[in-house]
């Protein structure tokens, strides 16, 4: 599964659990986050145990962007069966900030800084 | 003299002797959806202007616990970015009034403001939301305005922009309303957002 416009890519590879994003998130509201938050959440009803969500390469994000990964954690949450880890960059300042506020939504997302 | 209300940490009357940067547009004048794409190509201009008066060694802070610091350029693309963004999402465009954006450097803080119009309607909600901001713990209600979208698949304005402003990147809101036509009320509405340096 795979989404590429000009301004980002979202990649799922079935093989690694992994869904990587890349590029500027600006979009509009919810109506067009929609394929990315249904691409987000296959993946996680493909996978049994672990799920990896990698926005090391994620340059911009809106707010409407934070709530549709806002949306994706929750349903995760609710779940209660997928491990989720999220990795980012520790010298980005916005994406620490985003995994600790993803990480109060899920106490058990697994935040990963490199 | 327009009649207006003042909300939250609104600075009215800016030093004059500052550095500003200033974009007006007719939301009106192409469609929406064309425009939108403007929006992040305007904030990463304020943001890459900024960037030369951001000089010296800058702190490189990795505890999320923290606001993301202001000289970062994402701070100010941001918050450029989400005013203009609901600048075009809740403009009334039956008034051919321009739509605002101008970005000032003062000696201690960044201000950003934003001047679009909206009806009666529009205000009514505006207000409402403003006071639960002003009543509430920001930070419990960013968490619970996120619980809150996750519920429901609507995509009614949350305010989410706003909060985020505030507990992720430290910002101080205020608005102000001016009654500018009476039948049917059109207001203009200053959105200001500043950031300490």
Redesign the interface.
Known sequence: MEITTEDYRVHYDPENATVTCRGSFLLSGSEEYAPILQLLNSAAEQQVNKLTLDLRELEFLNSSGINTLTKFVINVRNRQNLELTVLGYENIPWQVRLLKNLQRLMPSLVMQLE | MAESEIHGHFIDGLPREVEYLMIGFSPSSIP??QR??T??LSADFIADYLQTFFVGPRE??????V???VD?K??V??IA??LL?NAM?FHDDTHHYQTKIMFHLCRDKLVFQVVNTIDQTGKDKFVKFIQTLEHDDPYEL??RQ??A??QN???SH?G??FL?MIC?YSANLGWKFELIAKEPPVYAVTTMVSLDV
């Open positions: 929406l959806k939108w794409r929006n992040g490189d802070r990795a505890n999320g616990d606001p993301i610091p970062s994402n701070a693309k941001y970015n989400e963004e999402k960013y968490i996120m619980e979208n996750a698949d609507g995509s949350s989410l922009g985020s992720d």
